[in-house]
């Protein structure tokens, strides 16, 4: 396992289109975690499930947004009628549930909403 | 309510120089603290973390960070800064079902 996946790397695509984004984890990490990143901003957190389960999805920015995790493992994050205003990196990152560990992160997708 | 600010949106050193990038949190739960760096276009890198235990935490690249709870602090240093450093660097607060980040840290190492 070499680490968090994150597809697409690069994302450009209309105002009002629907775009989906996957995450695959480390394999034994339980937790997976969205974050978005815009220009000179730390990392945003948007939500996170505990294997399939979504436990916070209260920081997702609008009913535009959603997640899922449908087996546990890997993750889609999709944004339905894009805006420019999502234009952003997305990250993803896993970590163990047990304990204090840090979270792994891969490597973003970066939308660009035109 | 948990927070972190990082002092300083841009630091430069000149190579061979100590490097101080500051961090401060806010927290309503014993922290747990990490010191993230991300370069261009990248994930975030793990540098180091602080859980429990000894204050003064080592971490890769020979960067390390001391934890000063009286002054809800956790700086990161290295005595000596190498070309290779320049990068972005976040310092993070754990709270147990999130990181909350700060808004990064500039490096830029002059030779």
């Known amino acids: 396992d070499t680490g968090v996946s994150q597809n697409p790397r690069h994302k450009i695509t209309k105002r009002g289109q629907n775009v989906t984004f996957r995450c695959d984890p480390i394999?034994?990490?339980?937790?997976l975690y969205w974050y978005r990143q815009t220009l000179g901003q730390g990392p945003e957190f948007l939500t996170y499930?505990?294997?399939?389960?979504?436990?916070?999805k209260s920081r997702l920015l609008s009913d535009r947004f959603s997640a899922e995790r449908p087996k546990g493992s890997f993750s889609t994050l999709e944004i339905q009628r894009t805006e420019q205003g999502d234009s952003a990196m997305y990250l993803c990152?896993?970590?163990?549930?047990?304990?204090?560990?840090?979270?792994?992160f891969g490597q973003g997708t970066r939308l660009t909403v035109v | 309510a948990q927070s972190v600010t990082q002092l300083g949106s841009h630091v430069s050193v000149s190579e061979g120089a100590l490097v101080l990038l500051r961090c401060n949190y806010s927290?309503?739960?014993?922290?747990?603290l990490f010191w993230y760096v991300q370069y261009p276009n990248q994930g975030l890198q793990l540098l180091l973390k602080?859980?429990?235990?000894?204050?003064l935490v080592k971490g890769i690249n020979g960067f390390e960070a001391e934890f000063k709870k009286s002054e809800t602090s956790f700086h990161l240093t290295k005595p000596s800064a190498h070309m290779s450093d320049a990068a972005e660097y976040f310092c993070?607060?754990?709270?147990?079902?999130?990181?909350?980040f700060g808004t990064g840290t500039s490096l830029t190492v002059i030779p």
């Open positions: 602080y859980t429990t235990g000894a204050t």
């Open positions: 990152a896993s970590s163990l549930a047990e304990g204090v560990t840090e979270a792994f």
């Open positions: 394999s034994e990490h339980n937790r």
């Open positions: 927290s309503s739960v014993p922290p747990y």
């Open positions: 993070a607060v754990y709270t147990g079902n999130q990181f909350y």
């Open positions: 499930f505990q294997n399939e389960a979504q436990l916070e």
